[in-house]
């Protein structure tokens, strides 16, 4: 077992700039749609974890080629932000249950035209930050400048957008990292709060895959799905993500690098299943069930 503590993404933002009707590649504009998902949070005390996004912008570097470095003759003083310009992709507040987003499901948040160019940075402003337990306990989180500068997420390489054209970007909120819960332990008179270190990562979809697929198990030759079984991705030895199982046994995990994976799959009382070498293909989603046998 590589693993005993997990590490799980809380939200994702998925960023499409879909096809123009008349597929116009030298349009000026793309349309650009910003939908929002993320994997449950395995933690038996927590009910709820609420944050409110009230603007999202997207810096934007310009129409040039990606490789091509951006002529600058401004104020070398001034900073990589202020030589940039920023496009406004959504002011309205809009309040989410990130934990009722989950393998898969998207809301959507931004739905409009922007330039064609690239994108190389973008902000999340967000306010109202809160954690629910289970027992009604409820701890408001303060927000460090995600309110005031937003929560920075930069786009490596950039994210280029063509007209009539698209590309996609997805940005995985890890909420081990990002949800860090005081006083430590796993009963409700243990924990006085949360602190909120938003850690967030991007990944360009034209380059990344999806994994799904279901956790069974046979009982009386009949395969039955198994909830909250941890599916644990890793790449090179290395923990990429983790996700765990639906009331159905059902899980997904986006926004992975095309490439090779191992994958372990546990569950209590099951023995530990894994698979490794499950090839990931750009813009493609790739299936692989498991199934658990009951331990001795």
């Keep these: ?31 650009l749609s910003v939908n929002l998902t993320d994997a449950p949070f395995p933690h038996d005390l927590v009910a709820e974890a609420n944050v409110i996004i009230f603007k999202i912008d997207a810096r934007y570097k310009g129409d040039m080629d990606i490789n091509s470095e951006v002529e600058d003759n401004s ?7 202020e030589k940039s310009s920023f496009v406004v992709l959504m002011e309205d507040e809009m309040e989410v249950n990130l934990l009722e987003l989950t393998n898969g499901v998207t809301k959507n948040l931004v739905d409009l035209d922007v330039p064609v160019g690239i ?51 997805l940005l995985d909120f890890d909420v081990s990292k990002s949800f860090v819960a005081k006083g430590g332990g796993s009963k409700f008179e243990n924990i006085t709060g949360f602190n909120f270190k938003p850690v967030i990562k991007a990944c360009n979809m034209s380059t990344a895959g999806t994994l799904s697929g279901k956790v069974t198990t046979l009982q009386e030759e009949i395969a039955v799905g198994l909830e909250g ?68």
Excluded: H, W
């Design 119 to 169: 994108y190389d940075l973008v902000r999340v402003y967000v306010k109202g930050v809160n954690v629910v337990l289970t027992d009604g306990s409820t701890f408001d989180l303060k927000v460090p400048s995600g309110e005031q500068t937003g929560i920075k997420i930069f786009i490596k390489p950039g994210l280029v957008v063509e007209g009539g054209l698209s590309a996609d970007l």
């Design 229 to 296: 079984a941890q599916v644990a991705v890793f790449a090179a030895d290395t923990l990429n993500t983790t996700t765990f199982t639906d009331a159905d046994g059902k899980y997904m995990v986006m926004g992975l690098m095309a490439g090779s994976y191992d994958v372990e799959v546990e569950l209590s009382t099951y023995q530990e299943e894994s698979v490794t070498d499950i090839e990931i293909v750009a813009g493609n989603t790739t299936s692989q069930d498991f199934i658990l046998v009951a331990g001795e």
């Design 1 to 31: 077992m590589k693993i005993k503590l997990f590490t799980i993404a809380l939200f994702v933002v998925t960023v499409l700039v879909s096809c123009t009707d008349n597929n116009d590649k030298n349009s000026d504009y793309g349309r």
């Design 75 to 81: 104020d070398s003083s001034m900073t990589t932000e």
